[in-house]
């Protein structure tokens, strides 16, 4: 059974810092595509970073890139995501997602296991 756990989510100032990770279990980081998304209330998630298998990083959001890094230990099977000059607009619940069923382990897989979201709250 896949569970994904967040943690890194918090109350930070504008310009602040935060490092999330998600620690997985019942599958291996190296193995399957990840992804982190965000939902900000009265608006759509949307994906922020991802990662496939073969350690490939895409950013979807034009407005993290160059603030937001994501990166992976695959030895303590832990996904992360560095955020740096965090902006109010910032503010979300954010997501880890993974992609285990998919053989091509891309960024086009369907994210089928999900964590339960971690806070990240930005003060202006």
């Known amino acids: 059974q896949v569970q994904l756990v967040e943690s890194g989510g918090g109350l930070v100032q504008a310009g602040g810092s935060l490092r999330l990770s998600c620690t997985a279990s019942?599958?291996?980081?190296?193995?399957?595509?990840m992804a982190w998304f965000r939902q900000a209330p009265g608006k759509e998630r949307e994906r922020v970073s991802c990662?496939?298998?073969?350690?490939?990083?895409?950013v979807y959001i034009d407005s993290v890139k160059g603030r937001f890094t994501l990166s992976r230990d695959n030895s303590k099977n832990t996904l992360y995501l560095q955020m740096n000059s965090l902006k109010p607009e910032d503010t979300a619940m954010y997501y880890c997602?993974?992609?285990?069923?998919?053989?091509?382990?891309?960024?086009?897989?369907?994210?089928?296991?999900w964590g339960q979201g971690t806070q990240v709250t930005v003060s202006s």
């Open positions: 997602a993974a992609a285990p069923t998919s053989f091509r382990g891309d960024c086009g897989s369907q994210f089928t296991d």
């Open positions: 019942g599958l291996r980081t190296a193995d399957v595509a």
């Open positions: 990662i496939t298998r073969s350690g490939g990083i895409m």
